[in-house]
C-alpha cells in the first residue's frame, strides 16, 4: 500500500478525507503527522493553492501528496468569500467570524437570493515536480441561511443549506454529506482519474 500525505491541517477536512480514502488503496497520513507546516495559500486561483500544497507536502516528505482548496461563493456577493473563505473576518480558520460577517453581508438579501455552492479542487502529485498532476473539482449547490442549523460538519456547514434534502451541511449525515458535497465529488472524479491513469499504465506495462 502506498504512502500518501494528505496536505492540510484542517481537521474538519482530514475527516472527510479518511472517510472518502479508506478503501482507496493509500495508506494516508497528514502532513502534520510528519512534522510539515502549512504553506502560505499565495494562489490567485483554487487550483493554484491546491498546488501549491500538495507541492510543497510532497518535497518536504518525498511521498506522493495530495492537496486540496475549497471555499463557499455567494451569487450575491459575486463569488465571495470565494478564494478567502477561510480568512473572511480576517484571522484564518476563525470559522465563527467568518460566518459572522458572511450573514451580516446578506442581512438584507432575500431567500431567493440567497443562491450559493461549495466548490472544491484537489489535486494529486506523484513527486513535488510532477508535471501531471491529477486535477479533479466538485461542487455542491444550496443556498445560505439566515441563521445557523445543526452543530455537525466545520467551516460555513452551519448556513448552508442543501437544497434537495432541505437539511443545513452541519444537520446532514456524514455518509450522506460524503457522497453529495464538493469533495466527496470532486474526490471520487480524482479516484475514476486514478483508476484510467493506472489502466494505462498496465497497457503500456
Known amino acids: 500500500m502506498k504512502r500518501l ?5 484542517n481537521r474538519g477536512k482530514l475527516a472527510e478525507f479518511n472517510a472518502l480514502l479508506h ?3 493509500f495508506d494516508c497520513v497528514t502532513q502534520g503527522e510528519l512534522g510539515v507546516e502549512d504553506i502560505e495559500e499565495t494562489g490567485l486561483t483554487f487550483v493554484e ?3 501549491l500544497k500538495a507541492r510543497h507536502a510532497s518535497r518536504v516528505t518525498g511521498l ?6 475549497s471555499g463557499l461563493c455567494v451569487d450575491a456577493l459575486d463569488g465571495a468569500p470565494g478564494l478567502y473563505s477561510a480568512r473572511y473576518a480576517g484571522g484564518h480558520g476563525n470559522a465563527e467570524a467568518n460566518i459572522d460577517k458572511l ?6 438579501v432575500p431567500q431567493t437570493q440567497r443562491g450559493a455552492h461549495f466548490y472544491a479542487v484537489i489535486v494529486l502529485v506523484r513527486h513535488a515536480d510532477d508535471p501531471q498532476p491529477l486535477i479533479a473539482e466538485g461542487e455542491w449547490h444550496g443556498r445560505v441561511l439566515e441563521a445557523r442549523r445543526g ?6 456547514d452551519p448556513v448552508f443549506l442543501d437544497t434537495v434534502n432541505g ?9 450522506l454529506k460524503n457522497a453529495i458535497s464538493h469533495r466527496g465529488l470532486a474526490l471520487a472524479s480524482l479516484r475514476q482519474k486514478l483508476a484510467r491513469r493506472a489502466q494505462g499504465e498496465v497497457e503500456r506495462a
Open 167 to 175: 437539511v443545513s451541511a452541519a444537520e446532514i449525515a456524514p455518509a
Open 64 to 69: 506522493p501528496a495530495l492537496g486540496d482548496d
Open 23 to 25: 478503501d482507496s488503496g
Open 5 to 9: 500525505v494528505i496536505a492540510s491541517s
Open 103 to 108: 450573514l451580516a453581508a446578506l442581512s438584507d
Open 151 to 156: 452543530d455537525g460538519g466545520f467551516g460555513y
Open 49 to 51: 493553492n491546491a498546488l
